[in-house]
């Protein structure tokens, strides 16, 4: 063996800590490098197909990117309700495919309890695909104060079909009183609901908001909030798809003409939101290399 040779494996085995530690640190570099814009892309796909379920998102009027981020992705405040005849309305108009109502206004240890109806299940990303919310475990919910349980939910609180828990007013997330545990927790400020909610089912995961979302029927959240008579009721938001554009535009035009609700194009917004937000990371690049 070369004197050189030795040399160079004796230095190595000196170092081999620093030596393991620069392999890791590459191989880790590498595998973020790939694997960040992977997810990414899949976060986005998720976002992207969420808002293209349905054609038109119907909301009280105000800001088309508050009503998106609060109807669609539960993580804005509400534009607020609109009344219950608007989605009537939307569900009996000439032409329509789907009119699936939501409620909000409640939680589960920060996620969103959303009140629908069984149509919810039924959207499809065009007319001939499969739905794109598959229950994988358990099954639709049937009754009021049946729950529906999005994947990431189950996930990260521990449920399973047959278990209950009480919801609680508000959509922020609340405490645990001491002595409570997750499943029973009712914040300061936000009085639990007295009936509990029992799951009947678990949704396969989506990668869009769905997956933290805690699905009840629509009339649950009436009954929780003293509206069952039909004059009470109200909407925060109608996910509305036609037979065909030229129904989707109409209905649009119709709805914004009024003074009751507004509609919204749920791709568009996205899109906007998303160019914005590239423009944001790409000026950052940019003040940074100039820093």
Known sequence: MSLALWTALRSLRHRAGALILTVLAVALATATAL??????????????????????????KGSPTQAVMSSLFYLDVPTGNVPYLVYQQLKTAPGTRRAV?????????????????PEFFDQRLKPSAPPYFRVAQGQVFAEEHDVVLGAAVAREVGLKVGDTFKGAHGLE??????????????????EAHNEPYRVTGILAPTGGPADRAVLTPIETVWETHGAEAEGQREVTAVLYSAENLAGIYTV????????????VFPGQVFAQARRFWQLNLSEAGVAQQVA
């Open 35 to 60: 694997v960040v814009p992977l997810v990414t892309r899949q976060v986005e796909r998720g976002a992207q197909d969420a808002a293209q379920v349905f054609d038109l998102l119907v909301t009280a």
């Open 252 to 263: 649009a035009g119709e709805v914004n003409a009024g003074d009751k609700a507004m509609a």
């Open 101 to 117: 109502p939501l409620a909000l206004g409640d939680n589960y240890v920060g996620f969103p309890i959303v009140g629908t109806s």
């Open 173 to 190: 997330e609340v405490a645990p009183l001491e002595g409570e545990d997750d499943h029973t927790a009712e914040g300061e400020g936000h």
